[in-house]
Structures are given as C-alpha cells and as structure tokens.
C-alpha cells in the first residue's frame, strides 16, 4: 500500500519555486490536492492562474516569515503529505547565517508544526541537495548516501563571512538537513509521520515559475542561459567545468514517488542523472536547432565527452532506482531542447 495516494492533500513549501512549482503541477495532474505556502500575496498570483482549471483541489497560503516559530502551524492542518522545498539557493549572502537560519529554522519549523497539528501527516518529503553529502576533492569519487559534507560546515565555523560562497550555501543544506535527521530521532515516539530526504544535484529544465526577465530566473537556470546565450563561459571552462545534474521534471517525479512508495520511509536518496560538462550542454544545443548557431557558444565540440574527460564527482543513484523506481532519467539532449524552446517562446 502506498504510504500517501490521490486524492490526499500535500503541502508544499515555497510553491513559487523552479522546484516546486513543478511538484505542484506533478501533483495536481495525478488527483492529489495541492496546498502551496509563498511569502507574499503577490507571489501567489501566478500560481493561483497557472493551476486555476484545478479549482478547489489548488489552494495557496502565504507564511510570511518561515523562521518564525510556529510560522506553519495552521499550513499543515488537514494535509496528509508534506513537500518543503523552500530554502534560500544563491551564491550571494555575506553573512552565511542568511541562508543558514531560514534553511534550518525553515526545516525544523516544518516539522514542528507537522508533529503539533498534523495530525494526518503521513510522509514529510524534504528538499535537500548533493551540496549536503559532497566533500570537494581532486581525486574521481562517487558518493553514497552515507557521505556527509562536513567540509563546508567547517569552513564557514573557521571563515565565517569570508568563507567561498558554495561553503555558506553547502553549509546551509547540511546543516538544514542534519537539523531534521535529529527531529524526527529526538521524535520519534511521538510522530506519526516518517521522513524522506532528496538529494539532487544542479538541476535544469524548462521554467514554469513566474520570472519577468532573464535577470530574475533562479540560480542553476541562470547558469544554464547565461552559459547557452550568453557566452558566459570560454572554450577551456566548456570542457572542464561541469557537475551532475538533474531535469527538474524528474527531480518533480522523485517528490511524488517519496511520498508514495512506503519503502522509502527514513531513507535520504541521491537523484541525478549523471555528470556533465557545459560542452555536453553547448552541443545539445547546436543540435537542438532552436536558436541560430550564431545565438550560442560554440567550444570545442564534444570536448565534454570521451576517455580522457575526468569527472570528479559523481554519485551513487542505485538506492533511488530500487526503492524509488527512480532508473530513468531525461536526457541532455531533450533536457536542452526543452528550455531552448521555452526561452525562445520567452522572446530571450
Ligand atoms: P528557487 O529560488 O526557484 O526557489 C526557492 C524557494 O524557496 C522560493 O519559493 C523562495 O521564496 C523560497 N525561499 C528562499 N529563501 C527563503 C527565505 N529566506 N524564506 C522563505 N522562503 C524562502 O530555487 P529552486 O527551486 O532551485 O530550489 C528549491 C530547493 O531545491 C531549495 O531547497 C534548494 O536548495 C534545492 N536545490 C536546488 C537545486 C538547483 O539546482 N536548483 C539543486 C539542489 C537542491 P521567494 O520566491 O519568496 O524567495
């Protein structure tokens, strides 16, 4: 039996999201009831339209300030899964506490709420990151769920404000997703509910979140069109830069399948669907026939590919294939048609 089934109510946090304004659209096509949380009235327009054919099945809250205490309490009344996803994902806070406390006071405040008034809470899904399990290296290495990233919580008690930027941010989804591992330990007894973590890596795909230029578009979609149209990044970072990735229709999948599939009760799992270099993503590009070769990058092609690439990191996604279904993934190929597509409809 599934630990959650439409038509039960989610909840999902920071619905305004690249993230989870996918999950919410995932949601609502597959009968559940869908209630969002964004922090202003403003916020919720766009979601409110994008969904309206859905009626009463789509509510949005607004929780103002989630690092407030209690700031969830009534959100998660009458709710049988929830879905957080809110959490700061820039490169831009001198203080890392800017991202540390609404990333852990966000989490934990959740599930506060969750084990005072959820009373038909069966599932809380929580949006972590690889930033949480990574520890940069220079040798190949493949992580597992077991890896934590203790590195970047280090650096940012040792460096404080001058530590790199990636630490503050990778300090802030370890230490966020640490924070709930302890709850639901400190909890156990008392919840009803069970946990499951996602660990995804950078994540691409087509926007479907309100963004009223180029300029406003979220973190890793902004590196994806400023590296694909705007020739952000010269030939030699085209063939050595790269991570792992996800498309953000997958990352929506894995949500669903956490809240549904009972195995994957009290497990985090990394969801990926394997390294890349930008050169992949520039060549996608040229193939995909959208834009103009003369619009995009040309690098050395298929400099991003073959024996002699390295790739440092990678990850393990074989839990997430057994206990998830999670064994297929969206290609670069389509991954970069699909938003080359979707910006030019844009007119960017
Ligand atoms: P977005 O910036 O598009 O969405 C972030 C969401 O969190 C928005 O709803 C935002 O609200 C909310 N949020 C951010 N800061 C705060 C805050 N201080 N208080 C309350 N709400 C806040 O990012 P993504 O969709 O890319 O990220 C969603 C989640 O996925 C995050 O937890 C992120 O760490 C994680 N993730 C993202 C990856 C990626 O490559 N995109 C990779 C791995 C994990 P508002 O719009 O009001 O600011």
């Given at each position: 039996?599934?630990?959650?089934?439409p038509?039960?109510?989610?909840?999902?946090t920071g619905a305004n999201?690249?993230?989870?304004?996918?999950v919410?659209?995932?949601?609502?096509?597959?009968?559940?009831?869908?209630?969002g949380?964004?922090?202003?009235?403003?916020?919720?327009?766009?979601l409110?339209?994008?969904?309206?054919?859905y009626?009463d099945?789509?509510e949005?809250?607004i929780?103002?300030?989630?690092?407030?205490?209690g700031?969830?309490?009534?959100?998660v009344?009458?709710?049988?899964?929830?879905?957080?996803?809110?959490?700061p994902?820039?490169?831009?806070?001198e203080?890392?506490?800017?991202?540390?406390?609404?990333a852990?006071?966000?989490?934990?405040?959740v599930?506060?709420?969750?084990?005072?008034?959820?009373?038909?809470?069966?599932?809380?899904?929580v949006?972590s990151?690889?930033?949480?399990?990574?520890?940069?290296?220079?040798?190949?290495?493949?992580?597992?769920?077991?890896?934590?990233?203790?590195?970047?919580?280090k650096?940012?008690?040792e460096m404080g404000?001058?530590?790199?930027p990636?630490?503050?941010?990778?300090a802030?989804?370890?230490l966020a997703?640490k924070?709930?591992?302890?709850?639901v330990?400190?909890?156990?007894g008392s919840?009803?509910w069970?946990?499951?973590?996602?660990?995804?890596?950078?994540?691409?795909?087509?926007?479907i979140?309100d963004?009223?230029g180029?300029?406003?578009?979220?973190?890793?979609?902004?590196?994806?069109?400023?590296?694909?149209?705007?020739?952000?990044?010269d030939?030699?970072?085209?063939?050595?830069?790269?991570?792992?990735?996800?498309?953000?229709?997958?990352?929506?999948?894995?949500?669903?399948?956490?809240?549904?599939k009972?195995?994957a009760?009290?497990?985090?799992?990394l969801?990926?669907?394997?390294?890349?270099?930008?050169?992949?993503?520039?060549?996608?590009?040229?193939?995909a026939?959208?834009?103009?070769?003369?619009?995009?990058p040309?690098g050395v092609?298929?400099a991003?590919?073959?024996?002699?690439?390295?790739h440092?990191?990678?990850?393990?996604?074989s839990k997430?294939?057994?206990l998830?279904?999670?064994d297929k993934?969206?290609?670069i190929?389509?991954?970069?048609k699909?938003c080359?597509?979707?910006?030019?409809?844009?007119?960017?």
């Amino acid at each position: 039996m599934p630990a959650v089934a439409p038509p039960s109510k989610v909840l999902v946090t920071g619905a305004n999201g690249f993230i989870a304004i996918w999950v919410v659209r995932r949601l609502l096509e597959k009968g559940y009831a869908v209630r969002g949380t964004v922090r202003s009235e403003s916020k919720a327009a766009h979601l409110r339209q994008l969904f309206s054919s859905y009626g009463d099945k789509h509510e949005v809250v607004i929780v103002e300030d989630i690092t407030k205490e209690g700031a969830f309490d009534e959100a998660v009344k009458g709710v049988d899964a929830i879905e957080h996803t809110a959490s700061p994902f820039h490169f831009n806070s001198e203080d890392p506490n800017d991202l540390i406390e609404p990333a852990v006071k966000g989490t934990t405040g959740v599930l506060q709420s969750a084990l005072k008034y959820g009373s038909n809470v069966k599932r809380v899904v929580v949006t972590s990151s690889v930033a949480a399990v990574l520890t940069p290296t220079t040798n190949p290495t493949v992580f597992t769920e077991k890896d934590w990233n203790q590195q970047a919580i280090k650096d940012v008690e040792e460096m404080g404000k001058a530590a790199p930027p990636a630490s503050k941010y990778r300090a802030s989804k370890t230490l966020a997703e640490k924070a709930a591992w302890d709850f639901v330990d400190k909890n156990k007894g008392s919840i009803g509910w069970d946990l499951v973590v996602l660990n995804p890596p950078y994540v691409f795909g087509p926007i479907i979140h309100d963004v009223p230029g180029p300029d406003k578009i979220n973190t890793s979609m902004a590196d994806f069109y400023n590296t694909l149209l705007k020739g952000a990044k010269d030939d030699k970072t085209l063939a050595t830069l790269g991570s792992c990735w996800i498309d953000v229709r997958d990352l929506a999948l894995a949500h669903i399948l956490a809240i549904e599939k009972q195995e994957a009760g009290g497990n985090r799992f990394l969801v990926s669907q394997g390294p890349f270099k930008w050169q992949d993503f520039v060549d996608a590009a040229h193939e995909a026939g959208v834009y103009p070769e003369s619009a995009l990058p040309k690098g050395v092609p298929g400099a991003g590919k073959g024996p002699d690439v390295t790739h440092l990191l990678n990850y393990d996604t074989s839990k997430a294939a057994k206990l998830l279904g999670m064994d297929k993934y969206i290609s670069i190929e389509q991954c970069t048609k699909d938003c080359l597509e979707d910006f030019k409809k844009r007119g960017w």
